[in-house]
């Protein structure tokens, strides 16, 4: 069964790190890319991260330079390193399974992503 689970999300202080993970199954990464999305009240899901086999990763103007995703394929598992988070961060945070496409390309749009997880909550906050 196909499946995305982020972990890893919860309350941290502006300038503060998070590890976010993404365990999946029912389909292998060498085979699909994985998108990393967040959702705050009241915005449109921004695509913040996107990384495939054999291309750099693609990340949004927000977070480039703060935020670093990698994976480790023996583990199934996606992970979104994220420092010096700024209240701006706070947010749903998803990760999805990039079907519409190989690689991810110059962007994210979430209409190209089939299988999405069930969110983790990061709260930026003094």
């Known amino acids: 069964q196909l499946q995305l689970v982020e972990s890893g999300g919860g309350l941290v202080q502006p300038g503060g790190s998070l590890r976010l993970s993404c365990l999946v199954s029912?389909?292998?990464?060498?085979?699909?890319?994985i998108g990393w999305f967040r959702q705050a009240p009241g915005k449109d899901r921004e695509g913040i991260s996107c990384?495939?086999?054999?291309?750099?990763?693609l990340y949004g103007d927000s977070v480039k330079g703060r935020f670093t995703v990698s994976e480790d394929k023996d583990k199934n598992t996606v992970y979104l390193q994220m420092n010096d988070l700024k209240p701006e961060d706070t947010a749903v945070y998803y990760c999805?399974?990039?079907?519409?496409?190989?690689?991810?390309?110059?962007?994210?749009?979430?209409?190209?992503?089939?299988?999405w997880g069930q969110g983790t909550q990061v709260t930026v906050s003094s």
């Open positions: 029912g389909f292998s990464l060498h085979h699909y890319a």
């Open positions: 999805a399974q990039l079907t519409a496409k190989v690689f991810c390309g110059d962007s994210m749009s979430p209409i190209d992503y089939g299988s």
């Open positions: 990384i495939s086999v054999g291309f750099e990763p």
